[in-house]
Structures are given as C-alpha cells and as structure tokens.
C-alpha cells in the first residue's frame, strides 16, 4: 500500500518530500486531530486550508443533518474554528458565518438556547440600515437594479402626465434620486410623481420622504412621497390607493422572497394566513395555479388548496393592473428542501460574493465585515438555521420566479438593451472589476465573473 | 430634594461623594478676575480684590483663587442630581428644578446668585492618570470637565452613521453629523462622493470615460482607490484600451505578479527585471507607465492591476498564444497579485492541447468562464512547479518568499475544485451534492464540471467517499508539489481509523484505501477522458478544469 501510495500521491518527481512513512503509524485512536497546536496548521497555504474548510463544512453539515448528538457536529465545528476566520480570506470568512449557522442550527432542538442567543443578537435598525448602506457602497448590484428599474420604468411612463410608483422596500432614498433627475430631464418635461413607499418602520420612511422631497424640489419635479407602514406579508393593497387609470409602476427589490416562507413543516397543508384581499380568480386562472402548484410542490396532494402567501401577493398586484413590476431577486435556490441541498447551493452562491468583495475591497475594510457579517451572515443564517416561517430568506432562481408571475397572469417585458448599457457604464465608472451584466431572454443577469447572482425581470399586465 | 451644597471655604481639595456642588444658574462665565496671575499653587485663602474687568483664564491654568472641586466619576456624569420629592423626576439645575415645583404646587424659590460670594469653582478630573487631576491644572468649568471626562477617559458611544466616526459627547456627534456627508462632490456622470480625493480621482477618468465613448474599461476605481494601502502607484492608463482583444502574452504581467505576491509595485519592478523572460521588451514599457508617471494629479493608487490589464494590449507580442494573456489577464483580475499566475504561463507553454489546455479565462469583462478554471491552472500549476521550466520555478519560488501574500484561489475556485475533487457514492454526502449542484452553478455557462465527472464517476466516488467521511483526505493527492511535509503531517493527523477504503464508516481521511484504487484505474481512464475532450471539443471553461484537474490527478503527466 505504502509505495503505491507514494508512487500515486507525490506527483512531481523533483519534490523532496515523499510519503515514505505510513500513515498508518501515525493514525491516532482519538478523534481527528487538528489540534491547536498542530504546525501544520498554520503552514497550510490558503488553498489547502480553502479546500479543507469546505469539507469540514459538508461533513459538519452531515452530522448536523443526521441529528442525534451533538458531539459530532461539535468536533467538526471546532476543527472548523482553527481554519476558519471572519477577517482572512474569502473562504475563511465563508466558512466562518458558515460554522455559525451550522452551530445555530444544531441547537435548533434546545429552543431556549436560541432564544437566548438570539435575543442577543437581534440587530437593531439603525446597524441593519448600516449594513446595507454598506451593501450599496461595496457591491454593485443594488445600483445596477436601481438603473435598470429605473430606465424600465422611464420607457414605460413615456408620455404619462402621472406616475405612481410603488416601492415594496422604500429604505433608500438612492433608488429614487436618479429617477427624478431623469424625469426632470425628460424632453416633455417631468410628470406629476408619486412615490409610495412600504417599509416596516416610519422612521425610515420618514427619512426616504425627507431625501426625496428635497432631491424633488430641486430638480423641480411635482412629487409626492406617501409612507405605507406595514410588513409585506400582510399588506393591504387598499392601502395602496391606486387610482385607476394611474399609470403603476411596481418595484420589488429583494421582497419577493420572504413572502416565501411557509410553515412547511407540515408537509401538503398550509395554514390559512393573513392574506391581502384578492381578485377573484377565473376558473382557468384557479386551474393554471392548481397546475403550477401541482407541477412544483413535492409532495402530493389534492389539487385544491388555498392560494399560498405569494401567489395572493402577486395576484393583488395583477388586480392594479400595473403598467410595469420590476422584479429583483438573487439568483440562486436556497428554498431546497433539504439542508444541504440549501448549504451546498449556499456555499456556492456566497463564494461568489464574498470572492467578488474580496477581489473588489481590501482585507481589513471595516464596512466589509459589517455587510459580511450583518448581511450575507444574517441571510446564510436564516437559510441554513432557520426553518418554517421564520426563514425569510427563500430565494429562488428567475425561471421560478417567471413562471410565478406568469401564473399571477404577468407577461414579461423585456428589458431594453439601452438599459443594459447604462447598467454597463455603471460599472465602468465605479470601477468594479469582475462584475457582469449578462442579458438572458428579455432579463438581466448580474454577475460575479460568470456566477449570476442577481436578476432583473420586468413585467406587465396582459391587459 | 437635594440640597445643594454649602459653599464654605476650605484649604485644599473638598471630596464630594453623594452629589456634587450647585451649579450657578448662569451660563458658566469668567468669574470675577483676580489679579494674581496663575502660579502653580493650590486654593489660598481668599482674599477680596476688585475685579477691574472679567478676564478668562487659560484651561489647565486655574485661577488660584478657586475653590478646587474634584468629583468622582459618578458625580461628574450624574445627570439628575435634583430630584423632585413628588415624582421622581430628575434635573440637572436646581433653579428648574425649582420652576418644576411650580406645578406640583409646592413652594418653591428661585435662589439668585449673589455677586458678592461668587466663588471661582474648579474642577478635578478624577482620571489619577490625566494632567487635570492636579489641582494647578483644574479646569474650570463643570460642563467642560465633564466633556473632558467623556471625551478622554471615556467610551466613545455616540457613532455617526454615515462616516465611522466615534465620538464619547453627544454634542460633538450632533455637530459632526450634521456636517457628515453635507460635503457632496457629484460627477456629471451622476456618482456622489463624499470625499474629495476620490471624487477628483473619478472625476479625472470619467472624462476620459466619455471621451473614448464608454468603450474602455479602464474606469478607476474608486472604491479601490483606497485598495493596497494606497501606494502611490498610479497605473491607470484609461486610454492604454482594453483587454478585449486578448492576443497578447502577459508573461511578462506574469512576472510580475509572480514575482511580488504583494500590491507592491515596487516588487513588481524589481521582478520584471529579474525576469526578462520571453518579453523583456515590453517591461520597460510598463515599468515606463509606472509610478507617478504623467498623473501626478493621481497620486492614489488605482488598482494595479488595472494597469496590469491594459498592459497586454499594448504589448504585440504574438510568441505567446492568446491563451496565457487570457489567463494572465485573468488571473490578474481574480487573484490580484498572486503569483499563481506564474503558472497558468507555464502550463500554456507546456500544455499538450496547443492552446486549448491553457486558456483558462479571458479577462473577466469578456471571456466566459468561470473564476474555476485559472483556480485549477493554478493548482496544476503549483503541482508543476517543481519540475517545469525554470521560469516557472523562478516565478514560484520569490513569490513564496513573499511572506505578505500567499498565493490564493477564490472560494468560488475552491469548491469547484472540492467538488471535481469527489463525488459520493452514498448520496449523502455533500460532496456530490457539490458535483451535483456544479451544474446548476454553473449556470448558462453551459460547461458543466459534471460532464467530466461522467468519466470518472469511480474516482470520484472513492474519493469522496473517504472525504465524506473524514476531511482533507484528497490533499495528500494535490499538494505534495507544494509542501510535502506540511501535507503529511496533515494527512497523518487528520488521518483517524484504518486503511479500509471498502468501509466506508471509517473515517478515512487520506481517502488513501479508496483513493489508491481508484487513482491507480481512473487515471488512465480519465486522461484518455480529458485528452478526448481537450483534443475534441471547443475551448470551453469547464473544459479546461477537467482538463486541469486531470493534469492534476495525474501527476502533471499530461506536461
């Protein structure tokens, strides 16, 4: 064995180094050593120690997933701990809100252990405001959906003398200033704009009013900024006050997804929610959700069930009849089943976007960890950790999503090419390396090198 | 209710435990000057002198006349030393205190500060440590002690949310805050900045931006601006166009990279001299484009490597194939200053598949693939380190001693490679569901790993088998070229339980059981796999990993 193995492993005939001694001797009884004062723990080089991590990772996951002791998972976690740092590389920092999560959700059994740690940790507004200014600052995407959200939405209010635009996540002002100043700018001169804004918290409403009244002022725009608090899980479209024949324009920045969330627990039957008042549905509207339902859900039931969360959400946003919903959402599936499933598609998405931070930022920057650990920690926390309706953070790749609002009676609307040069150009001046727009069937993808990450869809009402 | 302190007359200091002294109810202002001037001495007896006018002694230099108080820290940030007997409200001055009582309907009397018995107060600091704990240096105003305090020996609680500011006194976060940010620099392009420097950096090469049309991509980065510790090093050349035609050889960007594994340009410099390799002409073309050449008024550093970029199109060097400036470019861009790169050239100077086995990326803006590919070039590239030409090693070997840097690959690159690195036979292990989900990773790119799984679903199996198991088993597979004695210790100490490949419970770190067989009758197998597409097939980025991986497994026979 021993030779073989030497002949297999050593590759490179000038290396000095050989397998000569058998592992076998060295084979200790006791548990895996990566013990802390293991040299070549820290003479291992960053890829090894990449590689390594990632499999701590899946086996940690594994014997989380198997459930039973924690002793287990708590060995791999701690191997995991001397590799795995929240301030190195990008893997190591991966693997650090990984480990986390992973820990979280081995104790998901002793609930008061959570709700002790989580009652700890509860992030107050102003850092989850922080976090994703931060966001906005270090990675490009948020700007790019804001570009393109807003050049679909000025090619689909040409002409109209109003327009109403509804925000399902009015924290930031930076979305809309640019939309004034295009209108303002408009060869017709600007439309009469109203923005309503829905957030769960007033202050932040009160703030984005505040930024946008005076960007409208300035720029001389007719606007008016009306505040919507409420959650979106149950919001009241009446609320909305849409006018009819208001020219509607819809922008959902990463919401869709928590309306996801369902108690699925208990498998076929979902209970009944608060769910906003909706359009009757024709018979053949009723059979064609039946129809998606049945195709997607896995398990099998009876074909009558009540519409979930989602789909009443997008069938009260069909029954404005808006002009244009433009849709952004992160583009991966971490709405799996399983954990793993979740935990390798996770793995993956958020190589790519810390990779893109770490290529894009420097190592020690302080808003970098803030949005590692405040964002994308939350976020991975929530998809691994959590289960049922407290994960929120149910994203789903854009063919799912397309066939949701096609069912919700939506017919795409291809973004134009224009806005795919300007989301270019974007890019361009803030000098982000790395990052893409790709276009794909009428809908922009937004890359970290080939790695989509996010999308951009717009639709519209087949009226 | 508090009574407030009597003001009697004492030598030396008077400690105040339970609260503190009256606060007079005028703003605090210069008492009555004396004229003596300020010696270094503690409170004397006073002494009447007529004050000819107000005069307001230096901070730190107290009026030796002053009654020296010296506060605990408890007092000093007490709020709400009077307390209304009725309900428990706090204030901070007795006279509102007193105005308080008013509504309760209890008597109440406005106490005037009589003129005559003004006492000049000074206060302590009570930081033994600090110089205003001396009673010569008492500072003489209670509100301003208590920001000293705050300031100086206390937490900073107060943050701005703008900038990162911290500040302990909610007087300087308030003042800060409303000027954070007010400052706004907006280029025509639309982008605000808050900071001149980046602003004027930006502002610079936008213009250029839309003079040449929006069609380079040598935009600055602003966010960089700050990257690599902000070197002087100023490589942008908007102008020097893109890298979109990719047909030149960056060896010699290679070098350089390989040579420095830091931002330092410097290092690069002095690498690309090391190293006239095949184009010694053009380094001094880009060590021509240097620091601080021609863009003074650009001092910060740019990215490097956004120079580093532009620097194949202006070389037109057609000795190298398109593929290593790809990679170069590539790696350039994934990997900043990784001296990796150094081997993605020499595995195109060495590959069997003429161009094919070495194209691993093209610059990120343009090519198609994946940050996968150079990761796996890199790999097999390091395995190769050691027995491929001497540029490689020379490459490799300074940027090992490059302590500041090691050579990395992206996570995304890691888990590509875990995931070629194995399957599972047992579906339970993560590993496949890597292979597995690689696919779906990779997107539309249409390359999928697992294709070149296919051939070695054996391997893989075993492999991951043992990685399901335990950890870092392949290790000892990949890495022996790099540092073969680190990894056996690894493997050894990771290592727990036996050789039985075949039991799959054991916790079969090396995977060496299960690796051996499959390693030993995959390999031929999987290199006429990989030589079959390499030979067969268009240059596609997944492609190119199996390719690599294959290279790999097979000890860089494929070279």
């Known amino acids: 064995m021993m030779p073989l193995l030497a002949g297999v492993v050593v590759q490179d005939d000038g290396s000095s180094s050989s397998v000569t001694s058998s592992p076998l001797e060295t084979l200790s009884l006791s548990p895996p050593s990566l013990s802390p004062h293991s040299p070549w723990v820290r003479e291992l080089k960053s890829d090894e120690r990449g590689l390594c991590l990632i499999h701590l990772l899946l086996d940690c996951a594994n014997r989380v997933a198997s459930g039973g002791s924690l002793d287990p998972a708590n060995a791999a976690l701690e191997q995991i701990a001397l590799l795995a740092a929240p301030d190195g590389d990008a893997m190591q920092r991966i693997a650090s809100h990984f480990a986390e999560a992973l820990a979280r959700r081995a104790i998901r059994s002793w609930p008061g252990l959570c709700h002790a740690l989580d009652s700890a940790r509860v992030l107050p507004l102003a850092e989850a405001a922080v976090a994703r200014r931060h966001f906005l600052d270090l990675c490009p995407f948020l700007r790019l959906s804001f570009v393109v959200t807003n050049q679909a939405i000025m090619e689909a209010m ?21 939309l004034l100043q295009a209108l303002s700018s408009r060869s017709e001169g600007p439309p009469h704009l109203k923005i309503t804004g829905i957030h769960e918290h007033k202050e932040v409403l009160h703030y984005t009013a505040i930024r946008l009244s005076e960007a409208a002022e300035r720029l001389d725009v007719p606007f008016q900024f009306i505040p919507l608090v409420s959650r979106l899980d149950n919001l009241d479209i009446e609320r909305l006050r849409v006018k ?3 020219a509607l324009a819809i922008s959902s920045v990463l919401q869709l997804h928590s309306l996801l969330a369902t108690e699925d627990v208990g498998g076929h039957l979902r209970k009944a929610q608060r769910i906003a008042p909706i359009s009757k549905l024709t018979l053949g509207e009723f059979l064609e959700k039946d129809h998606l339902a049945n195709t997607h859900s896995t398990s099998a039931e009876s074909a009558a069930r009540p519409p979930t969360r989602i789909q009443s959400f997008l069938a009260s946003l069909w029954g404005l009849s808006p002009k244009i919903v433009v849709v952004t959402e992160q583009e991966a599936n971490h709405n799996g089943k399983t954990l793993k499933e979740r935990l390798v598609e996770a793995l993956f998405y958020y190589a790519a976007v810390f990779d893109g931070l770490d290529l894009t930022v420097p190592r020690q920057s302080v808003e970098r960890l803030r949005v590692e650990k405040m964002l994308f920690g939350e976020e991975i926390r929530n998809i691994i950790a959590c289960e049922g309706l407290e994960r929120k953070e149910r994203h789903e790749k854009l063919e799912r999503w397309s066939q949701r609002m096609s069912m919700a009676g939506f017919r795409l609307l291809p973004l134009s ?13 803030f000098g982000w390396q790395g990052y893409k727009v790709k276009e794909e069937n009428g809908c922009f993808m937004m890359c970290w090198q080939d790695r989509p990450l996010f999308s951009v869809s717009a639709w519209s009402c087949n009226q | 209710m508090k009574a407030a302190s009597s003001s009697t007359h004492f030598f030396g200091i008077r400690e105040d435990g339970q609260h503190s002294h009256q606060q007079p109810q005028q703003p605090p202002q210069p008492p009555p000057p004396q004229e003596l001037p300020a010696t270094a001495s503690s409170a004397n007896t006073p002494h009447s002198a007529a004050p000819p006018k107000k005069r307001r002694n230096l901070p730190g230099n107290p009026n030796p006349d002053a009654e020296v108080i010296a506060l605990s820290p408890k007092t000093l940030m007490a709020t709400n030393r009077f307390i209304c007997e009725v309900c428990n409200k706090g204030f901070q001055r007795e006279q509102n205190l007193q105005l308080h009582r008013r509504g309760h309907n209890l008597p109440w009397k406005l106490k005037q500060k009589n003129p005559n018995e003004v006492r000049r107060r000074v206060y302590l600091c009570p930081e033994p440590t600090c110089v205003h704990h001396d009673p010569s240096r008492a500072l003489g105003d209670l509100t301003g002690i208590k920001k000293h305090f705050c300031r100086k020996h206390g937490e900073k609680k107060w943050k701005c949310d703008k900038c990162s500011k911290r500040y302990a006194v909610q007087s300087d976060w308030k003042a800060h805050s409303k000027i954070c940010g007010t400052r706004e620099y907006r280029c025509d392009c639309g982008t605000l900045f808050s900071r001149r420097d980046s602003f004027i950096t930006h502002r610079a090469f936008c213009d250029a931006l839309a003079q040449e049309s929006a069609r380079l991509p040598g935009g600055i980065n602003t966010i960089g601006s700050h990257l690599y510790g902000g070197r002087g090093m100023n490589l942008g050349l908007p102008q020097l166009s893109s890298l979109q035609d990719q047909a030149q050889p960056s060896a010699d960007l290679l070098q350089l990279r390989g040579s420095s594994g830091t931002g330092q340009f410097d290092h690069l410099n002095a690498a690309s001299f090391r190293q006239p390799h095949q184009l010694a002409h053009s380094s001094p073309f880009f060590l021509g484009g240097g620091p601080n050449q021609g863009f003074g008024e650009h001092p910060q550093l740019l ?37 990796n790169t150094g ?68 996570a995304t690159a890691l888990l590509q490679k875990a995931a070629q690195m194995g399957a599972t036979s047992s579906g339970g292990s993560g590993s496949s569901m890597l ?28 492999i991951m088998n043992s990685l399901a198991n335990g950890n870092g088993g392949v290790f000892g597979g990949f890495n022996q070229g790099l540092d073969g004695m680190g990894e056996n210790k690894l493997h050894r100490n990771l290592s727990m339980g036996g050789f039985g490949g075949s039991d799959r419970l054991t916790r079969d770190f090396l995977g060496v059981g299960g690796m051996m067989r499959s390693m030993v009758g995959g390999i031929p197998q999987r290199e006429q796999h990989h030589l079959g597409i390499d030979t067969t097939s268009s240059m596609d980025h997944s492609e190119m990993k199996s390719g690599s991986s294959t290279r790999s497994f097979g000890g860089g026979r494929l070279q």
Request: no cysteine; hydrophobic share 35%.
């Open chain 1, 417 to 429: 090419y224009y806005g795919l040069l300007q989301a270019r150009r974007l890019l361009q001046s």
């Open chain 2, 303 to 339: 990215k490097p490597f956004h120079g580093m970029m532009q620097l194949p199109d202006l070389q037109t060097n057609a000795n190298a194939s398109s593929s290593s400036s790809a990679a170069a470019a590539a790696n350039l861009f994934n990997l900043g200053f990784f001296s």
């Open chain 2, 435 to 462: 292979r597995g989900l690689t696919a779906s990773f990779s997107g539309g790119g249409g390359g999928e790993i697992s294709r070149t799984g296919v051939g070695n679903e054996n391997h893989f199996q075993d």
């Open chain 1, 244 to 246: 009819t024949g208001e």
């Open chain 2, 343 to 410: 081997s993605s050239s020499t595995m195109n100077n060495g590959s069997d598949a003429g161009g094919q086995s070495g194209h691993l990326l093209g610059p990120d803006q343009f090519s198609n693939a994946g940050g996968g590919t150079e990761a796996m070039s890199l790999f097999a590239g390091d395995l190769m380190s050691n027995h491929t030409d001497t540029t490689m090693s020379s490459l490799y070997n300074p940027s090992v001693h490059a302590e500041s840097v090691v050579p990395q690959m992206s």
């Open chain 1, 158 to 178: 040409e002409g109209e003398r109003v327009v109403h635009v509804v925000d399902l996540n009015a924290s930031d002002p930076a979305q809309w200033i640019p």
